[in-house]
């Protein structure tokens, strides 16, 4: 389960970093500290706290929201598994036994 856990977290943490790394990349007159403050907030949901001024950057973010949906259902998935397979076990459901 502590596995599931820290598989989740790099999960994470990578996103966060191939956040920062494109806004940086496509976005040029915005700092690193405002970067790594416009990916958390897109990963949260809460939308970006500097909106990028280039049509690059501004495609980034687009792809980025929605790539970022996309880990948000991994992390969960990566997270609830080892709790689905417990209470799977807990009810003998999983045995593969036709009764």
């Known amino acids: 389960m502590l596995l599931h856990f820290a598989g989740a977290l790099l999960l994470i943490i990578l ?45 980034f973010f687009a ?4 790539f970022t949906s996309l880990v948000f259902m991994t992390t969960l998935g990566l997270i609830l598994a080892p709790l689905a397979h417990r209470i799977l076990h807990q009810f003998h459901l999983d045995d ?3 009764d």
């Open 15 to 59: 996103t966060l970093a191939i956040g920062v790394a494109g806004h940086l990349l496509f976005d040029d007159t915005i700092a690193w500290h405002d970067a790594t403050l416009n990916s958390a907030f897109i990963a949260n949901g809460i939308g970006p706290y500097i909106v990028p001024q280039t049509l690059t950057g501004k495609v």
């Open 63 to 66: 792809c980025y929201g929605m």
């Open 96 to 98: 593969g036994r036709q």
